[in-house]
């Protein structure tokens, strides 16, 4: 378990990025948080890490956004990190009450996707339906304004 | 010509037939199942439930928007009247939309009449033209639950054209009235019961920030004004506290200084669009244009800052999701609508891009 405290969006981000540094492959990602702690800026941070050009905007209201990662042009040897990776998801369960939604919008897709980052927000709400190895973050306000407390769980 | 316009983007079913004779719009029939009740309960939109009942309700819908046409018309209107068949084809929910889809799909495959896939959110902008003659270029304000858009609209040769000139960086406008009301346990949908809290408010209580206000560009964001909110129901925890106390005036105050937040917002970027590119009519569109300190302020404001620009808001039933404005929309488009493979049209829950 890692545990980071931002002092702002901007380090939110940065945090987003320095855990994103790890992944080789596809990661299913289950942000849990309540609303305003910080999960859609983190998740933008994960998208600029990936060279993502593209806004990221609240998925609240289409459940689920698809964004293209950019191959790189600096990584030609095999252990870049972008090398494989081709997708970030994000996901948003916020308005689901069942998890049966996201299956037909063709979540498994994705998760069984070896070139997704698939991020999901409200994952907790899907829990049952999503792979042993989802790795969940939470997101809790901290005792100043601005302060976030963010918690990585890796199984 | 007899246009039958469908549309299942989200939680609403809704059919509509509209006629035009020689340029001019007669509306025969408009019918909108709501099925925000059904939500309410669960605090939001549960798409699958959005999806089932779309299902159950898209024929009668249909049946009925007919039925109310040939009783308004002198002519009978059945189905074999229809000329063209508009049908939203995104943005939406991807279930909700395929309903509206499938069965325009169908339809015009039984009836041997042409398709016209719209986009919902020029829909929501044209509406303004079922009334009036509006002439272009136009600056258009959508306000909704997904979406907080500038889209510059200019005519050609080939129709109308749109051009996304500024959008929200992070949460909707309407998501963001939807999100502060669930933090101050208000209920669903939220966009009306803050405004109407608002009305007996005051909305310089609470200083609330104005997110991009001052950046030089047409870009909105409202996640920060929620969270701003958050703050604030943690610094004074009562609140949310019963009615009839105290606190009731603060929850009024504090609906009433969000909502000044969010309209400040938008008129200033609608302003500066217009100042830009000095557009002959402004067009507002979308659910949030319901919101009637939003009319009322921007109607005010860029009344008195561009007097030549045509100002044209929905009427209030054409605020909201409906089909006579995929009806409208897809007359616009009818000139130059390439010739549609209905085998392969299908929804497409992101498009955002174009709006043509």
Known sequence: MQKYISKSITETKKIAKKIAKNFKNGKILGLVGNLGSGKTHFTKGLAEFYKIKKTITSPTFVLLRHYSIPRDPSSRNTSGFRTGLKNLVHIDCYRLDKPNQLLEIGLEEYINNPESVVVIEWAEKIKNILPKNTIYINFKLGKKENERIIQVNIN | ?356
């Not at chain 2, 939406?92 to 309903?99: A, D, K, Q």
């Not at chain 2, 258009?140 to 051009?163: A, D, E, M, Q």
């Open chain 2, 1 to 356: 010509m007899i246009i039958l316009g469908i549309e299942t983007s989200c939680d609403e079913t809704a059919a509509a037939v509209l006629e035009i004779k020689r340029g001019k719009f007669n509306l025969l029939a408009n019918v909108v199942s709501s099925q925000v009740k059904t939500h309410a309960k669960y605090g939001g939109i549960v798409p699958e439930i959005a999806a089932r009942m779309q299902m159950e309700m898209i024929m009668p819908i249909l049946n009925q928007a007919l039925k109310l046409a040939s009783s308004k018309s002198q002519n009978t209107i059945s189905k074999n009247s229809i000329d063209y068949i508009a049908v939203t084809q995104g943005p939406g929910l991807i279930t909700s939309l395929m309903v509206g889809v499938e069965t325009a799909k169908t339809l015009s495959y039984i009836l041997n009449k042409p398709l016209i896939p719209v986009n919902h959110l020029a829909a929501h902008l044209l509406v303004n033209c079922i009334n009036n003659k509006i002439k272009f270029p136009a600056v258009g304000l959508i306000v909704s639950g997904g979406h907080t858009i500038l889209v510059l609209i200019t005519s050609s040769k080939n129709g109308l054209k749109y051009k996304i000139i500024g959008e929200t960086q992070d949460d909707a406008v309407g998501e963001a009235f939807d999100k502060v009301a669930k933090i101050l346990n208000l209920g669903y949908p939220g966009g009306p019961i803050i405004s109407k809290l608002a009305i007996n408010g005051d909305k310089n209580k609470f200083n609330l920030p104005r997110p991009m206000i001052q950046q030089q560009n047409f870009n909105f964001s409202f996640s920060g004004l929620k969270t701003a909110v958050l703050y604030l129901t943690q610094k004074y925890k009562n609140i949310k506290t019963k009615k009839h106390s105290k606190s009731d005036y603060e929850l009024r105050n504090l609906c009433a200084s969000f909502q000044q937040a969010c309209i400040d917002v938008l008129i200033s970027k609608t302003l500066r669009a217009i100042k830009e590119f000095k557009p002959k009519s402004f067009l507002l569109g979308g659910g949030v244009a319901a919101n009637p300190e939003l009319r009322k302020q921007l109607q005010e404001k860029i009344k008195s800052k561009f007097t030549r620009v045509k100002i044209f808001m929905p009427e209030l039933k054409f605020t909201g999701d409906n089909a006579a404005m995929v009806a409208v929309a897809g007359y616009f488009k009818i000139n130059n609508n390439k010739k549609i493979n209905t085998k392969k049209f299908k929804a497409d829950p992101n498009i955002n891009n174009s709006l043509s």
